[in-house]
């Protein structure tokens, strides 16, 4: 069966320092995976995708994502933290196999940025 | 270019009754997914459409029905409303058709459902 971990309820981090929030999943087939972002009372906004090609994939606001096949991972990184990255993140993954084409996703992350 | 719409934003109702949410997709976009997020929790999938017609599914019972109209827009229906329905129901759009269907879903901000 599909799966998404978020093993991290929150994460804190001071303005500057670089962040992680983490991911791991679980699939029969080939994963595409994606981070979504979602600000107090909004809906989700698209961070950035993995489906094939270069296991380090960039995408907005300065956030890049590393896919990890052996690992099942797929870790958020940002180089310097800003505090108006604090929000809700949001990994979530497509097993392709079966003409599948529902996501699944974790529960989500709770980024705190102190200034 | 308008994003993702939904309607109404906020709604209470009481156990027992119906309620009718609506979604106007992306400009270009042609398929539609619903959403409930309760509280503290991740988006969980009702069911998706395409062409008019209920494409996939999720686990939710047969009290949750949709519709896609020919201009895309789509309504999630809940009849028999129970006090567990209360939640953030999100109407997500993307392009299916020309090799879409690997884009990434937009998301509308959402239509918060109380059920007193």
């Known amino acids: 069966a599909q799966s998404v971990a978020q093993p991290e309820d929150q994460v804190n981090v001071a303005e500057g320092n670089p962040l992680t929030v983490k991911c791991t999943y679980s699939v029969s087939g080939n994963p595409y995976l994606f981070w979504y972002v979602q600000y107090p009372n909004r809906g989700l906004q698209f961070l950035l995708k993995?489906?094939?090609?270069d296991n380090l994939v960039k995408g907005s606001y300065g956030f890049e994502a590393e896919f990890n096949k052996s690992q099942t991972s797929f870790h958020l990184k940002k180089p310097s933290a800003l505090v108006s990255d604090s929000a809700l993140y949001f990994c979530?993954?497509?097993?392709?196999?079966?003409?599948?084409?529902?996501?699944?996703w974790g529960l989500g992350t709770s980024l705190a940025v102190n200034p | 270019d308008a994003g993702v719409t939904q309607s109404p934003t906020h709604l209470i109702k009481t156990r027992g009754q119906q309620v009718t949410l609506r979604c106007s997709p992306k400009s270009g976009h042609d398929t539609v997914s619903w959403y409930q997020q309760a509280l503290g929790q991740g988006p969980q999938f009702i069911f998706q459409?395409?062409?008019?017609?209920?494409?996939q599914r999720g686990n939710f019972p047969d009290r949750f029905s949709g519709h896609q109209y020919p201009n895309y827009s789509s309504e999630l229906n809940v009849n028999a409303l129970l006090l567990g329905d209360s939640a953030l129901y999100l109407c997500a759009s993307q392009q299916s058709s020309g090799g879409g269907e690997n884009q990434p879903q937009h998301f509308g901000d959402g239509t918060r459902l109380s059920i007193l």
């Open positions: 979530a993954v497509r097993d392709v196999a079966g003409n599948n084409r529902k996501l699944i």
């Open positions: 459409y395409y062409e008019e017609e209920e494409r």
């Open positions: 993995y489906i094939t090609g």
